[in-house]
Every structure is written in structure tokens, then in C-alpha cells.
Nanobody, 115 residues
């Protein structure tokens, strides 16, 4: 049984930074590709970034150069460092595998960026 718990969200002014954390319990292997997704009000959930077991990363165009995904396999943690935040980054952020497993969606963590 895998459980993913996101934390670290909050209210921040435009231009600010936040670091999101995802705690994984259960059998998440270091070889799994982990990803962050987000869902803004009234919109579909979208891909934000992934980190493969090989270390390869990829980012949505809208966050490239501002967000950084990382992981600590010893702690079963995945992180998303978000810099230069914009109001359009406001959303609930989730972690999951890539491709996502519907059984693993957590509650997410709310990020609100004020202008």
C-alpha cells in the first residue's frame, strides 16, 4: 500500500519561493519516476515536473527555469523547489508516479500566489 502526502504549500507574494515536500510510504522504489502535478480552480490537473530514477528531469514549459524537482531516496521524499512564483502558479499541487497511479492521489497542498 502506497501513500503519498504532500506538504509545504501556503500563501506567498509574486516573486517569492516555496518548497513542497512529498512523503512516500510503502513501496516507492528509487527507480520509480516521480512527478509533481497541479490543478488550478476550474481547470484540469496538469503535469509540472518529473524526476526519473536515472536522474533525468523534465518540466512543463510554464515552470522551466523556476521550479526544481529533487528526491531523497533514503527518506522516501520528493521535493519541488518553486522560485519566482507567479499568480498563475496558484493551484493544488500533488505528487504521484509518472504516469500517475489513480490509487495514489493524495490530498495535495494548496499554493496561492498573490499579485
Amino acid at each position: 500500500q502506497v501513500q503519498l502526502v504532500e506538504s509545504g504549500g501556503g500563501l506567498v507574494q509574486a516573486g517569492g519561493s516555496l518548497r513542497l515536500s512529498c512523503a512516500a510510504s510503502g513501496s516507492i522504489l528509487s527507480t520509480n519516476t516521480m512527478a509533481w502535478y497541479r490543478q488550478a480552480p476550474g481547470k484540469q490537473r496538469e503535469f509540472v515536473a518529473y524526476l526519473a530514477g536515472s536522474g533525468r528531469t523534465n518540466y512543463a514549459e510554464s515552470v522551466k527555469g523556476r521550479f526544481t524537482i529533487s528526491r531523497d531516496n533514503a527518506k522516501n521524499m520528493v521535493y519541488l523547489q518553486m522560485n519566482s512564483l507567479k499568480p498563475e502558479d496558484t493551484a493544488v499541487y500533488y505528487c504521484n508516479l509518472l504516469p500517475p497511479n489513480d490509487r495514489y492521489w493524495g490530498q495535495g497542498t494548496q499554493v496561492t500566489v498573490s499579485s
